[in-house]
């Protein structure tokens, strides 16, 4: 049986717990939610499905912690790569029962993939991404560690997303692309030029913006 904390306390952490449920009713696996642990959040009480919220991120430094899996359930990928390097713990990675995975496929500790998401074969998933509802990861990706996908985004063979990148809802991305570290795509984009590091791009056909 693994106790699960949810590090997060807001609509994505809500999901993240439902995933969990929903392994448990349609899996059969076992996992128990021991609660939320979230510093903009003060009163303990319960969150979502009964589910308590059990103290501010701090707590975990009280914890026993070899007794807990983790999964950071924030939706700012920089706040997960701060509290992923502040704390050393065993992560949980949380994969919806209704995910499509093809063999082959790596996902790396603390990722969530969300209802519906596609990942087909040979796809890489680093540590602490998100692959939301019902985005499309196509083979031969390379998603590294805290990129956030967003619903409906579409990534053609051979993409390459750096680390900490935010890809917008809806947005398309033709094959072999390059998209670098820290990169924003604004909602509803079609990439069909590299984008480089440390930039917001978004349009049709997405440009850096300055």
């Not at 609660?35 to 991120?57: N, R, V």
């Not at 087909?120 to 990129?147: L, Q, R, Y």
């Not at 990169?183 to 349009?203: E, F, H, P, W």
Request: aromatic content about 6%; glycine content about 10%.
């Amino acid at each position: 049986m693994k106790k699960i904390i949810i590090i997060g306390a807001g609509g994505h952490a809500k999901v993240i717990a439902d995933i969990i449920i929903k392994r448990k009713k349609i899996l059969k696996e076992n996992p128990v939610i021991e609660g939320f642990l979230d510093d903009k959040y003060t009163k303990e009480e319960a969150i979502y499905q009964g589910i308590p919220l059990i103290g501010t991120i701090e707590k975990i430094n009280t914890l026993k912690k070899e007794d807990y899996y983790f999964i950071i359930a924030i939706g700012n990928n920089e706040i997960r790569e701060k509290i992923a390097n502040k704390y050393e713990l065993k992560y949980y990675t949380a994969v919806h029962p209704d995910a499509i995975l093809a063999e082959g496929v790596g996902i790396g500790e603390g990722t969530a993939i969300m209802a519906n998401a596609v990942i087909n074969s040979s796809a890489k998933i680093e540590a602490h991404c998100i692959i939301n509802t019902s985005s499309i990861i196509e083979h031969d990706n390379h998603i590294e560690s805290f990129v956030h996908i967003s619903p409906n985004t579409v990534l053609a063979g051979n993409v390459k997303v750096g680390r900490k990148s935010w890809i917008g809802m809806g947005s398309s991305v033709i094959q072999g692309i390059n998209i670098g570290e820290n990169v924003k795509i604004g909602a509803g984009s079609v990439v069909l030029n590299d984008i480089k590091d440390n930039v917001t791009a978004y349009g049709i056909p997405c440009r850096e913006r300055y």
